[in-house]
């Protein structure tokens, strides 16, 4: 069976692996999400697997079009690293965006690119937004409680992607 939350979890893999560094995976709401990245809070060894962390918001909609294709599908995620209050906008520049995710972006980008299972001509239609605010106000949780950490973040919403059925089984 194909599972979008496998497939792009195969290709964070190779985001870790391009850049050399852990790249954590996450798929669920944002109460899900941030439930578990505390509970990596609890253990040293998983802290410092926690950050930086990619974020596969469901749930979302595969929308069944034609034999060729499994699904179309549109994604919402967030590239997010662990930040400073204290940080002013050019720091957080500095230290998260430009050291930390627009690297984990760019290569994000390129490893669908060039997974087979997915059909992208060109550019992959999405919508990209730095999220400064994330490290110095902190994120809300949908019960109005503030999320532990202070975090950075890149917003990609709508990422458009079609995934193709005969390459996915191909890729088995």
Not at 58 to 68: L, T
Not at 142 to 170: P, Q, W
Request: aromatic share 14%.
């Amino acid at each position: 069976m194909i599972v979008i939350t496998e497939l792009i979890g195969d290709v964070v893999k190779r985001v870790s692996d391009s850049l050399d560094t852990n790249v954590n995976y996450q798929f669920g709401d944002w109460d899900y999400i941030s439930h578990q990245l505390m509970e990596y809070s609890k253990s040293e060894e998983w802290e410092a697997k926690k950050y930086p962390v990619i974020c596969l918001f469901s749930p979302f909609d595969e929308v069944k079009v034609n034999k060729r294709y499994h699904c179309e599908v549109k994604l919402d995620f967030l590239i997010a690293v662990n930040t400073i209050s204290e940080y002013t906008n050019e720091e957080r520049s500095e230290y998260s965006f430009k050291e930390v995710l627009r690297p984990i972006y760019n290569s994000f980008i390129k490893e669908l690119k060039k997974d087979i299972r997915f059909d992208v001509y060109g550019e992959i239609p999405h919508i990209y937004s730095e999220n400064y605010r994330y490290g110095s106000r902190g994120v809300m949780q949908s019960d109005g409680k503030k999320f532990n950490d202070l975090i950075d973040g890149i917003d990609i919403k709508e990422l458009e992607l079609k995934v193709n059925k005969e390459k996915c089984y191909e890729k088995l």
